[in-house]
C-alpha cells in the first residue's frame, strides 16, 4: 500500500530565503507525481507534474525534482515571498486511479 | 469559468439528517473522484468514477453513495449524518488519456452538529 511521507509538517522563513520541501513514498510503481498548494479555508491548486519518465519540472520560482528509485522528490522554491504562504501537499498517482496524499508541509514565509 | 465546481460550499446539518453535495467539471475529464479531508487536513480517496461508473471504492460506510448521472458530474449523498461525517469533501477529474493531472473543486465544508 502506497504511503506518502513529508517532511518537514511545518516551516517558517523569512522572506527572500530558498527553500526544499521535501516527499517520500514507499511504492516506486507510480505514473506521476504531483505538487499541490492548499491556502487556509481554501482548494487545491495544482502547481507541478512529474510523469514517472521525467527527472524535474520548473514552473516560475518552483522547482520539482523526482527520484522514482529512491521514492523521493522535492520542490525547491526560489527567493520566497509571503504570497507563498500555504501548505504544500504531495501526491503521487498510478494511471488513473486516485492521488494518494502526503499530509502537506504549513509554510509561512515571513516579511 | 470554473473548471470543477462544487455546491454548497458550506452545509452545516444537524445528526440523523440526509444532504447532498454536487460536483460539475466542465473540462470534458472522463474520470471524477470524492476525497474527504480531515480535521488533520489528511486528503483521502472515498470514491472513483471513470465514465459514469464505480470503479473505486475505498471503506466508506455504506450511507455514502455517489452518483454520477454523466460524465461531467458526480454528486455525493449521504444518508444518517454523524459528527464524524464533519470534513471538506473536494471532488476532482482528470483525462484517462491525457497527463493525468488531477483538477479540485474549491470543496465543501460539512459540519454536523
Known amino acids: 500500500k502506497q504511503e506518502v511521507t513529508q517532511i518537514p509538517a511545518a516551516l517558517s522563513v523569512p522572506e527572500g530565503e530558498n527553500l526544499v520541501l521535501n516527499c517520500s513514498f514507499t511504492d516506486s510503481a507510480i505514473y506521476n507525481l504531483q505538487w499541490f498548494r492548499q491556502d487556509p479555508g481554501k482548494g487545491l491548486t495544482s502547481l507541478l507534474l512529474?510523469?514517472?519518465?521525467?527527472r524535474e519540472q520548473t514552473s516560475g520560482r518552483l522547482n520539482a525534482s523526482l527520484d522514482k528509485s529512491s521514492g523521493r522528490s522535492t520542490l525547491y522554491i526560489a527567493a520566497s515571498q509571503p504570497g507563498d504562504s500555504a501548505t504544500y501537499l504531495c501526491?503521487?498517482?498510478?494511471?488513473?486511479?486516485?492521488?494518494?496524499f502526503g499530509k502537506g508541509t504549513r509554510l509561512s514565509v515571513i516579511a | 469559468d470554473t473548471a470543477v465546481s462544487q455546491t454548497p460550499k458550506y452545509l452545516v446539518t444537524q445528526m440523523g439528517n440526509d444532504k447532498s453535495i454536487k460536483c460539475e467539471q466542465n473540462?470534458?475529464?472522463?474520470?471524477m473522484y470524492w476525497y474527504k479531508q480531515d480535521s488533520k487536513k489528511f486528503l483521502k480517496i472515498m470514491f472513483s468514477y471513470n465514465n459514469k461508473e464505480l470503479i473505486i471504492n475505498e471503506t466508506v460506510p455504506n450511507r455514502f453513495s455517489p452518483k454520477s448521472p454523466d460524465k461531467a458530474h458526480l454528486n455525493l449523498h449521504i444518508n444518517s449524518l454523524e459528527l464524524g461525517d464533519s470534513a471538506v469533501y473536494f471532488c476532482?477529474?482528470?483525462?484517462?488519456?491525457?497527463?493525468?493531472?488531477?483538477?479540485f473543486g474549491p470543496g465543501t465544508r460539512l459540519t454536523v452538529t
Open positions: 501526491a503521487v498517482g498510478s494511471g488513473n486511479t486516485p492521488l494518494v
Open positions: 512529474i510523469q514517472s519518465s521525467q
Open positions: 476532482a477529474s482528470t483525462l484517462t488519456s491525457g497527463s493525468l493531472v488531477q483538477y
Open positions: 473540462l470534458g475529464h472522463d474520470t
